[in-house]
Each structure stands twice: as structure tokens, then as C-alpha cells.
């Protein structure tokens, strides 16, 4: 039977605590991504989405949170920032357009399709 060194072996277990250590608390925690559909409630501080079917406006779409989020968003006209950093990633025709809108900032698409919205 071979005996094992006692030394190696707690040498070894510290080196393999400290790297578990190093990773647990050295590594940056990344932001939380939780954006989401709220209802917009008469709200302003919310992304804010208003759809139109021809010259009639028939629904509107908030958002909250900071992230990124894949929509499929048809007849966008007019989009409002509220108190957030927003930037909506659109179609129109044939076309392909981001728009970056700072806080409290509003602009019209025309009727676009909107594929992502990431509030920042």
C-alpha cells in the first residue's frame, strides 16, 4: 500500500480552495437583464410604444427594466423614452434602422416594424 504524501495533498486542496475562492469573489458580477411588457397605465416613465392601423390608433406596448428584447411589433408609430436610454431596432419597406432615443425623448416611425427594443 502506498502512502500518500500529506504535505502534496494539502498543498494541493489550498491551491484548489484558492482558485474556487478566486472565481467565486474575483469575477465582476454581471447587471441583471430583466426587461419586460408592463402595462402602460397612463404611465410616462415607461418605453413606450403607440401601433396604428392606417390613421387609427388602436394599442399601445410599454416596457420596463434594462436588457435587451426581440419583438415582432408591426405599425409602430410613435415611440416615447420616458426615463430610460432606449434604442429600437426597425424596419421599414425593405429597410433596416436603429434609433437610439436619450431619456425623456420621443420620435415617429411611420408605421414600422420593430424587431428589438433594448432600454440601457
Known sequence: MRRMNVHKSLKRLTIGVLAAAALTFGLPAN????????????????VRMELRQGNIWYSEVCFANAGPMAVNLSGVHGVTSGNNKVTINYQSGSWYFSTTLERWSGTNLGGARVYEVRIW
Do not use: E, Q, S, Y
Open 31 to 46: 447587471p441583471a437583464l430583466a426587461i419586460n411588457t408592463v402595462w402602460c397605465d397612463g404611465r410616462t416613465d415607461f
